[in-house]
Nanobody, 127 residues
């Protein structure tokens, strides 16, 4: 069973950058797609970004488009979320997820379609 572990979160000032990492307990070549979600206090978990290995494509929430980039490491066991120009509204716990079922990239915005989740890493952006 794939286990996911996020890291790289922490405090940052507005306009700053962070790179989140999601490491899998085994090569995630078995995963069809990986995604990042976030949950702020008192709010529901929301989609941030996803990458489909089968379609070789990515998709982003409008709120992070052109600021965040999802990518995979060369070893294929790590997924990154590079975040730039951070805003206080980006403050949340960030979760990575993996889907081992074939899905379209559009499906990957739906958290219910992911099979594995990490425990989350806190990102706090101060103004």
């Amino acid at each position: 069973q794939v286990q996911l572990l996020e890291s790289g979160g922490g405090p940052v000032q507005t306009g700053g950058s962070l790179r989140l990492s999601c490491t899998a307990s085994e090569r995630i070549v078995s995963a069809y797609a990986n995604g990042w979600f976030r949950q702020a206090p008192g709010k529901e978990r929301e989609f941030v970004a996803a990458i489909s290995w089968i379609q070789d494509s990515t998709t982003y929430a409008d709120s992070v488009k052109d600021r965040f980039t999802i990518s995979r490491g060369n070893a294929e066991d790590t997924v990154y979320l590079n975040m730039t120009n951070l805003e206080p509204e980006d403050t949340a716990v960030y979760y990575c997820a993996a889907s081992v079922s074939p899905r379209t990239i559009v499906d990957m915005t739906d958290p219910s379609l992911y099979d594995y989740w990490g425990q989350g890493t806190q990102v706090t952006v101060s103004s």
